[in-house]
Structures are given as C-alpha cells and as structure tokens.
C-alpha cells in the first residue's frame, strides 16, 4: 500500500489569507456611523460573521474528520492483516491424517513435506488457499460465467461470452473421465482449500471481501475439483493462437485487394529459424534420423462479403474481455530453450524458461515444492517449481531428475465457422438443422438476473450470440467456434504424470495426455539427455489451412481426426547439441500435416539461436548466468532493418527531427528502459503504422505493431511506390519521423539526449478486479505503482504493447527460471510480483524490483537446502 500523503485543506496563514477578501467585503456592507450622536436603543445581539461560522463549522468537520479517518484507518488496517496468514508454529486442521511441514523462504514460498499424497495436496490446497485464495475465486467465476454474481452487471457481457462456449460444462465431462487417482488428488486439493474456507470468511480470506461486502452480500461457496479443472479453459484460451488473424484476414479484404491482404500476412521469414531441423513420418511414427519427402497441399475459404458484420461484431466482444483473457499481442508469446551438457560449463544441461501471459496482480503463477517425506510407488512426489492458483500439481519444474518448461506451440487449434442461420435452422449440406438451444441465467450482484441463450451447431457453440446486437448485425451469418478445448480431454492426468517423471520416456507418456493447450515441451534430465516434444489435440483439416474463416453449411471443411501422437514432431540429444523455441514454426514445410500457418515471425527464436551459437562457437561453454543474459536481451532486429531507410532519408525542415535522427548513429538496436533510442524509433514506428495500415483497414482490424507488422514492413520497404506508403514511402517515413519528435518533445522535453523509453513503456503492477474499475482509494490500495520496463514486443524480453493504443505493457515473461541439472540447488528463478495475493503483505510484490532488473532468487530443493533458506516453519497438525 502506498504511503503518499493525502491531499489537505489550507490551514494557518494560507487559509486566513484565502478569507481575507471575505471579511473585506463583510466589512464594507456594514453602515458608516452618523455625523452626530443620536439616542439609540439597546443593541440587540449582533449575528456571527460568516467567519466565526466558519470556524466553528470547520472545528466541527475537523473532529468529524479525525473520526472517520481514524475509523477508516482502523477499518483499513484491520481488514488487511486480517486475511494474512499463519506461517509459524502449529496449525490444526482437520482433514489430516498426519502432520505436514511447510518451511517457507525469504520471499514467503512455501515448500511442502508430507507423508502421504492425500495430505500433501490436502496440504497444497489449504496453503494455496492461505496466500490467494481471492484470486482463486475470482478464477473460478471467470471461467463458470458467473462474475457478475460478485461484481455486479458490468460483468454481464464477459459471463455471456464464457457462458456460451460453456467452459465449466465441459470441465466437468473432463472430471468424469479423469482416473481415479487424479480423481483423489483433486478432491484431496478441494478438501484443503475447504478446510481454510471454513476458519476464514470475509475479510480473513483476502481484503477484497471486506471491500465487496460493502456492496453485495457475496460469499465464497464450497470449492470444487470442477474449479480446478476450469481454468485450464481460460489459460488455453489465451493460448489459442490464430482466431484474431482469421478475422483480421476476412476483414482486410473487405477495404484491400487479395493480393494486399497477402502483403500483410507474409510467409515466414527464411533466415529465421523452426524448432525441429530433422526427421519425417515414416510408417505411422516421427523419426527424428529420417529425411521429409513431401509437402502437403492446402486451400482455402472464400468469405461471402455479408457476413463481414459478424465477424466484426466478434472481434469486439473479444477486445471487450477481461486482460487476462485477452488474445495475445502478435510477437509476443514464451521463450524455452535447453543445452546440452556437451556445450556447458558444468557437463550437464541447463533449461530455460519464460512463459509470456497478459500481467496480473497477484501474478497468475505461484512458486511451491511439493514432497513425499519418504518417496515411493506409495507417494511418488518430490517436485517444485511453478504452480496455478486454485490447481494441484506443478505445472513447470523438475523433479529428482527430470526438468521441464513450456511454452505456446501456436499450432492452430480452432477454426471459425460461418452458419448460415434461419430462425431456429441452420444449414447444412443443403438441409435446414434444428439448433441445440439451452436456457441460462445470469444472477447479477445487486441487479436483476439475467437470461441468456446459448445456441449450437454441429460445429460449436455460436459465439457471436455473445454480441447484443448480432442478431441484427449478421445478415443472416452467425460465427461459430469449432476448438480443440470444447472437447473433453485428460490434460490433469498429464500434469500429475509429469510431476512424477523419471526419464524420456515417462516424460512421453505424460505428454501423450497433455490435450490443450498445445504446446512445446522442452526437456533435460540429469543423466545428460536433453529433448522437444510436440504435444496436444491438434487437428486434420479435410480442406483449408486455418487461415480464413471456413463456411459451415458445407462438410467439406470438417475435422477429420488429430495428429496422431507418435506422428508429432519430437527429438532426442538433437545434433546442434540445443532446442530454442519462442512460438516460431516447429518444423519444416515437409511434414505432413498442417499445424498453423500463423506461427511468431521468429524474431526472439532467432535471436536466442544466435546469442546460443555465439556463446558456444569454438568449443565456449554457455553457464548458468549467460543462460539468464539471454533472457535479459532486448535487442530489437527490426529496428535494425527500418533505422537505415530513416538514416539516408534527406535531413528533414526540423531541428528537433535532426537531432532526434542522431540518437540512431551508432545505436546498438537494444531497448532498454533508459534509452533515448529506443524511445524515438517506437514512436516513428507507430506512427508508420498507423499512416501506412491502421488508416486503410477496418476498426475492426488490430494493427498492434507486434512481428507481423515487423515483417510486413520488412518486406514492403524495397517497395519504395507500394500501395501501403501512399505510393511514397520516403515521404510517408519522413511525416513518421517528424511526427514522433514532436510528440517525444511534448512529452518529454526538447532535450532529445534525455527522452527515455522507460517513460513511455510502463508495466503498471494491477489487480485485476478490483483494481480496474473501483473508486480511486480502492485502485490506490490494491494496485501497484508504474515501473518502466526494457524490451518491447518480439524481443527476447517481450513486454509487449498495442502500438494502436498506446506503450504500456500489457504481456510480459510471467516468470523467469534457469534449471541446473548438475545441482538442481544451483537453478534459479522468480516471478513477476511475489508469492502473496494479500494487499500490502511483503511479499505482495517484492519479486517486481528483480523481476524488472532481470535479477533471480536461489532455488532451493534438496531437504538441506531448503532447511538453510527457511525463514518461517509451520506445521499442519490433524
């Protein structure tokens, strides 16, 4: 919490000299006495002055003031230690079968010993619990539909769209089909969480509820391992890839020409490069020593212009939602990659990991160690790493031998699908369909409930119902969602199978689980094997590449099964002696099957690849700190393509533009927070994007600056007459560069040498309930303070931003972790804001300061290690 002080009324001097004219005037308005003296009769009391009034009205508000602000300064205090957790001594609850220990760190996170894999994640969710419980159940709403029921009607619209695609329901079909020992350790996690929600109600959960129950009489209900289940929809949803760059296509070529629309989405560069240099299917397996032979023909979808207004409409609702379910800005998405020992300086590999996600506060991951006392078939888990409010496991870490990250394959997972609706009817191969239609109801917090339809065809659920004014708009169109995610799958057996691996091969067989989101999986074990593999659901197209939204009253653009997982793409020990993946292609254009066509341009794939080759040419070792200076490049290569064409343009009329050109000789095309350089090439930048792009294409359309337009750019700039510069890029860069200097001088002065790219590029730490729509004092308490931040998108530090609207972060690297299979106590790691989601606890945000400065924390495993860094020691007695 802050500790500026609040504004104050004057007082003293000031405050009288403020009255002064008051009094004159008071003074003046009374009659002159009468030249000579006359009987006059007694005076009768004379009125207080406005003054005297004053004084006493102000002695009265003073005291009314100390009172409410002492009461509210209690009530404030209160409400906030409340909710703090008890992290010495001995804490009983029931539940239990045996005593656990939970010794957490300098930083507060916790690492967990227990007995028995019932206690142990009975113990995972009741501790989970103690630190975010508010953000778990805000999770649980998002992903149910239900928002509206803690924070009124503003939230309607968000549940309506979650409502339709019907996330929980199929959580639920996902639970019933989960084994039972997944089953057990889920309900183990709900009866811990249970168990805390029991002792804590109100303001002794998190803050928040005694902020909300002065506006509703919202109350958290009994957690459920649905809720658990739930919010892999929303993490796959931010991951699912392509759906914004199907509507932004159909929607360019409603103001361009194909050919234009082909401009603005460029094949992937040649020079950057895929994950997987080798191997092809070869008898119904990937085999990474054989050669590829073929090249699979696609097509595409022609898109009938009156049904651009729904997919418009869509887009809107998109934009509409909540930032952490918020598409992710193009150029930004995770970094991984993992060396061989033969190229490090310990002999054994090194894996590093930083998934890009939209920033919350607290942030979305949360560090833990999860330990069987005695490991066995019995109790099987010794792991730690990062974990998910309100889901058991560890989602990125290692155990005893094994390390893994992840991060976005981008594969193309979902495609729109154009109905054709008629009353109650849809259309297909030339028959009208009956709609499944639900009823459902919104129960709004202090409102009226609200009721919704929900609408499906064979395809998915309509989603473009989930915009009031649709059924209007759509000209007879509606937009469905067919997604691998609407699909029950086993992705929970996956995480629990990947916490208990040993080697490659049980590594496999829990990525052979692991349905959505699709992802890349990096590898490292402590024998020295390091390995990538592609998991998850993805599909085989009869027809079309994914690229444009597909008709559905036809069945020639249907799913005709997925990959089969022995066919997708994987390596072992690969020859390079490294796998770097950053969201690039994952394999060459030979292999069979279609797995996106709108991949990251590459940009950090690339430049990982190089600092890797760099630091290892010559028979160099790469260690552990030169893993995390990878990690910390801000090096912009597009900057280093369009600087040169701004360079040989002729020295504009303005002093401010010259000088400001200057910063460009001899800039090293790197971002960090201080640099004036950097400053003055995003703002020409954005310029240039929104002279040459933004202002020939729909509202709609998001020209958000990320890779896409960087190699859009890239390969229009030899175009010197090309329809997107007006048919003068000289002249269209020049009004760019003049444009940004005046800007930048606007705003931070005229000293060019002074203009700084942190004062424009700013993460502001947000809780993202509270702290996006409630009254000021509220946004003051629960928010952090701005930062300015290096990076930029499609950088290796990918803060990314909406060149459309304005620098400001809005996806960054979550977390930041280094595995040191040579002695797991040597890794390290941290996260975005700190291990705590209680307003003004320490460990509220005290990871940002080292997050922002790309500095890591030790991370203590073995039983020694983590006696050694434990500065709090609690015990779960039955």
């Known amino acids: 919490m802050r500790t500026d002080d609040d504004p104050q009324e004057p007082t003293g001097p000031e405050a009288e000299a403020e009255l002064e004219p008051e009094l004159e005037a008071e003074a003046e308005a009374e009659p002159e006495a009468p030249p000579t003296p006359a009987p006059t009769p007694t005076p009768a009391p004379r009125p207080r002055s406005r003054f005297r009034k004053l004084k006493i009205t102000s002695a009265v508000l003073a005291g009314l003031l100390v009172v409410l602000v002492g009461a509210g300064t209690w009530w404030v205090n209160t409400s906030l230690h409340a909710s703090y957790p008890q992290t010495k001594g001995t804490l009983h609850v029931a539940g239990l079968s045996a005593s656990v220990e ?14 028995t894999t019932h206690d142990l994640f009975f113990a995972q969710g009741y501790v989970q619990a103690q630190d975010r419980f508010w953000q778990m159940d805000v999770y649980r709403h998002v992903t149910a539909g239900r928002l509206s029921e803690m924070f009124g009607s503003g939230q309607v619209d968000t549940d309506k769209f979650i409502r339709t695609m019907g996330w929980r329901d199929v959580a639920q079909q996902e639970y019933d089909g989960l084994s039972a020992q997944t089953k057990a350790y889920l309900n183990a996690y709900c009866d811990g969480v249970n168990a805390y929600l029991k002792d804590h109600k109100g303001s002794q959960a998190s803050v928040e509820y005694a902020v909300l129950g002065l506006q509703t009489d919202y109350t958290p209900y009994t957690w459920t391992p649905v809720d658990s289940l739930s919010w892999l929809k929303a993490l796959a949803w931010d991951l699912r890839d392509n759906m914004q760059s199907e509507i932004d296509r159909a929607l360019s070529s409603q103001t361009a020409a194909k050919n234009q629309v082909d401009q603005l989405f460029p094949p992937y560069p040649a020079s950057h490069p895929v994950i997987v240099h080798q191997g092809a299917v070869v008898n119904g397996a990937f085999d990474q020593n054989a050669s590829p032979t073929s090249d699979a023909p696609l097509s595409g979808a022609a898109l009938p212009a009156s049904a651009a207004s729904a997919l418009a409409n869509l887009s809107h609702t998109v934009s509409a939602l909540p930032a952490y379910l918020q598409p992710t800005v193009e150029g930004v998405g995770s970094n991984s990659w993992v060396v061989s020992g033969d190229l490090t300086t310990t002999g054994k590999p090194l894996l590093a990991n930083d998934p890009h996600l939209a920033p919350q506060l607290p942030s979305i991951w949360y560090q833990m160690g999860l330990h ?10 010794d792991v730690t790493g990062f974990t998910m409010p309100g ?6 870490g290692h155990t005893p031998t094994v390390a893994w990250g992840f991060t976005n394959g981008t594969e193309d997972v979902s495609d729109l699908v154009l109905e054709k609706v008629s009353g109650s009817t849809y259309e297909y191969d030339g028959h009208q369909v009956p709609l499944t239609v639900e009823q459902e109801t919104i129960k709004v917090a202090g409102g009226k409930s609200v009721p919704i339809t929900v609408r499906t065809t064979n395809q998915g659920p309509l989603v473009s119902d989930a915009d009031k004014d649709i059924a209007s708009a759509g ?8 997604w691998t995610a609407l699909t029950p799958g086993h ?8 916490d208990r691996a040993t080697d490659w091969a049980s590594f496999r067989a829990a990525a052979a689980d692991f349905a959505v989101p699709s992802q890349n999986m990096i590898y490292a074990d402590t024998s020295g094997n390091i390995g990538y593999q592609t998991p998850g659901r993805i599909p085989i197209r009869k027809n079309g590449d994914g690229r444009w939204p597909v008709p559905g009253w036809t069945d020639q653009y249907e799913w005709t099964g997925y990959i089969p997982f022995d066919q997708l793409p994987h390596e072992l020990n690969p020859a390079d002696g490294f796998v770097a993946t950053a969201n690039n292609p994952i394999i060459g254009p030979e292999y069979p099957y279609l797995l996106s066509e709108d991949f990251d341009y590459g940009y950090r794939a690339n430049e990982i690849t190089k600092r890797l080759q760099a630091a290892t040419a010559d028979g160099k070792k790469i260690d552990a700190a030169g893993m995390r200076a990878i990690q910390s490049d801000t090096r912009n290569e597009f900057a280093s393509v369009l600087v040169p064409y701004l360079q040989k343009l002729p020295a504009s009329s303005k002093k401010q533009t010259q000088a400001a050109v200057a910063l460009f ?37 998001d020209v958000d600056g990320g890779d896409r337009w960087f190699a859009v750019a890239t390969d229009l700039l030899p175009e010197a007459s090309s329809f997107w510069w007006n048919g003068n890029r000289d002249a269209l860069l020049a009004k760019a560069m003049d444009q940004a200097s005046a800007e930048l001088t606007s705003q931070q002065g005229s000293d060019v040498k002074g203009w700084q790219w942190g004062a424009l590029h700013k993460l502001t730490p947000t809780n993202q309930t509270l702290g996006t729509g409630g009254p000021w004092f509220v946004k003051w308490l629960v928010n952090g303070d701005p930062v300015p931040v290096s990076g930029g998108s499609s950088v290796v530090d990918a803060t990314g931003f909406d060149i459309a609207k304005d620098f400001s972060v809005d996806e960054l690297p979550s977390m930041r972790m280094v595995v040191d299979l040579s002695n797991l106590d040597a890794s390290t790691w ?13 460990h509220y945000l005290d990871q940002l300061p080292l997050w922002r400065t790309f500095q890591t924390l030790p991370w203590p495993y073995s039983r020694p290690a983590v006696l050694a860094a434990a500065k709090d020691k609690l015990t779960l007695a039955p």
């Open 391 to 396: 889901t058991p496991g560890v989602v990125i």
């Open 102 to 115: 939970v010794d957490r760190d300098a930083q507060g996170v916790p690492q967990l010993y227990a007995s």
């Open 665 to 701: 000789n001899g800039w090293d095309y790197t971002t960090p927070d201080t640099s004036a350089a950097a400053a003055y090439f995003y703002e020409v930048w954005k310029f240039v994007c929104k002279d040459a792009f933004e202002a020939k294409l729909s509202s709609s359309v």
């Open 491 to 498: 992705t929970a057996d996956a995480l629990f199978a990947l």
């Open 830 to 842: 941290v996260n975005l804001t700190g291990a705590s989601g209680h307003v003004d606890d320490p």
């Open 475 to 482: 000209n007879g169109y509606a937009v469905a969602l067919r």
């Open 372 to 381: 069987c006392t005695t490991v066995d078939a019995a109790c099987p888990y």
